[in-house]
C-alpha cells in the first residue's frame, strides 16, 4: 500500500514538550492533528535504541544458547532473557551487541549479524530494538556489569528454550519478538 | 532453578513515589537494596495490562488474518498490527480481548484463547500483555472506535504475512510476539 493511501489515517504534528526525563528515557507529549482536523496530546516515550544478542553455541550438531537471569525492576522478579541493553550515544547498534554480549557474558563472537529490528510498542515508544545472532562465541573475560546489575549467565539447549520459552521467569516480549527472529532466520518455521 | 537460588539475585523494595501519572501510564521510581547492600532508585512504569488477538480467518484450507493499519503515536508512522488494547479497570483479559476484536474488526468470534501471557519488558514495564486467537469470526457490526482512533481493516493470507511481518511498517515486537505464540500453538515451528 503506498504511503498515499495512508493519507486519512497520518496524523500532523504540532507541538511537543518533554514531561520529564529520566536516566532510561524522556516521556513527552505530542499534540497532533487529524486528517479530519481534530486535535488532541499524545504520550511518547523516547528511549535509546535497544539491541538483544542471541548468543548460539554450536557442540557438534547440539545448540545451547547463553542466557542472562537477573532481578527486573518493572516485574520486581527474576526474569531470564537472552543479553540486552542500550545503545549507548554515538555508538552503532551492533557495536552495542558485542558490548553487551561481553559485559555480560564475557563472550566475543566471531560473527555477529542483525537478525530484526522493530518498535518495542509503536503505540507510544519511539526507538527500535534490534536483535543479533552471535556465533562463534569465546569466552575471554569475566562478567563486566554496569553499576547495579547482577546477574547470572544460563546456558540451555534448544529443546528445553523451546519449551520454556514465554513461560514463567522466561517470559518477556523482547526475549521472545527476537527468538521469533532466530527460528525465522534459521529456517525452523514450517 | 529453585527461588532459593536466585537470592543472591533478590533486590528488596524500599520505598516508591509516583513521578508523573499520564492517561495511558504512571511512572514511578522504586527505591531498591541488592543482597550486597547497595541502594539504588529504579524505573517503573505502571500500565493496565495489554492484550493483543490474533483473528483467524478460515477458508476451506486458506487461513487469512484481520489486521489494523492505524498511525502510531510513538513511531509517528502508519503502522500495521494485529487488533490490540487495554483492559479496562474491573475486566479480565479475555473480556477485554473479545471488546477490542469487535471495537477494530467488528467481529465476534466463536473461540478465543489465551495462547501467551509475557511481560511487555521486565526492565520497566509492571504489566503483562495476552495474547489470544481468535477463531470462527463473523462480522456484526461497523468499527466503534475510541475517540482519537483513526484505523483501516486489513486482511492478509498466511503466506504474505509470513513474508512481511517484522518490516515494514508491520515492525511491532508485541505483534510479532504474538505470532511467535500462534505459530507455536498452531504446530507451526519445526
Chains 1, 2 share one sequence.
Not at 55 to 79: C, I, M, N, S, Y
Not at 85 to 114: F, K, P, Y
Not at 175 to 188: D, E, I, N, P
Amino acid at each position: 500500500m503506498s504511503q498515499n493511501d495512508d493519507a486519512h489515517l497520518v496524523w500532523e504534528d504540532l507541538q511537543s514538550e518533554i514531561l520529564i526525563e529520566s536516566p532510561i528515557f524522556a516521556l513527552r507529549t505530542v499534540h497532533r492533528r487529524s486528517p479530519d482536523g481534530r486535535t488532541a496530546p499524545f504520550i511518547a516515550l523516547d528511549a535509546p535504541q535497544w539491541v538483544t544478542v542471541i548468543p548460539e553455541l554450536q557442540d557438534g550438531v547440539a545448540k545451547e544458547f547463553l542466557l542472562v537471569r537477573q532481578f527486573r525492576h518493572g516485574t520486581g522478579e527474576v526474569g531470564l532473557e537472552f543479553p540486552a541493553g542500550v545503545v549507548d550515544e554515538g555508538e552503532d547498534a551492533a557495536t552495542a551487541a558485542a558490548r553487551e554480549l561481553l559485559e555480560e557474558t564475557g563472550h566475543v563472537a566471531e560473527s555477529l549479524v542483525s537478525i530484526g529490528a522493530v518498535s518495542p510498542n509503536p503505540a507510544f515508544m519511539t526507538n527500535t530494538t534490534h536483535t543479533f545472532l552471535a556465533k562463534g562465541l569465546k569466552k575471554i573475560a569475566d562478567l563486566n556489569l554496569d553499576e547495579n546489575e547482577l546477574l547470572d549467565v544460563q546456558q540451555m539447549g534448544f529443546e528445553q528454550l523451546s519449551q520454556e520459552i514465554g513461560q514463567g521467569p522466561f517470559a518477556s516480549a523482547i526475549t521472545v519478538q527476537a527468538w521469533y527472529f532466530y527460528l525465522s532466520h534459521s529456517g525452523l518455521l514450517k
